[in-house]
Nanobody, 114 residues
Framework: QVQLVESGGGLVHTGGSLRLACAASRFPFNRWMYWIRQAPGKDFEWVSFMNSDDGTTYYADSVKGRFTISKDDAKKTLYLQMNMMKPEDTALYYC????????RGQGTQVIVSP
């Protein structure tokens, strides 16, 4: 079973940036590689995902134009660059093999202050 370890979260002000990383024991860890998030009291929300075969990327409307998903095959790592962050981006962020969190790691906390 593939192991995923997320990192890079933290506390930022509105308008700030963070880069999340997802280190995988096997890479790509799935044909479709997701970043999802979960705010307190809410369900998982997919943020972005990538087709590992051809690099096609997809973004939720809420993050389009602000977030960028990328990968480094040599480092076996999936990234999420988050710019122009908003308080509503506050959540626990996971990488996963599906939009509902299959195979996710422990997550990394992101807090965006007003």
């Amino acid at each position: 079973q593939v192991q995923l370890v997320e990192s890079g979260g933290g506390l930022v002000h509105t308008g700030g940036s963070l880069r999340l990383a997802c280190a995988a024991s096997r890479f790509p860890f799935n044909r479709w590689m997701y970043w999802i998030r979960q705010a307190p009291g809410k369900d998982f929300e997919w943020v972005s995902f990538m087709n590992s075969d051809d690099g096609t990327t997809y973004y939720a409307d809420s993050v389009k134009g602000r977030f960028t998903i990328s990968k480094d095959d040599a480092k076996k790592t999936l990234y999420l660059q988050m710019n122009m962050m908003k308080p509503e981006d506050t959540a626990l962020y996971y990488c996963a093999s599906s939009s509902d969190g299959l195979g996710r790691g422990q997550g990394t906390q992101v807090i965006v202050s007003p």
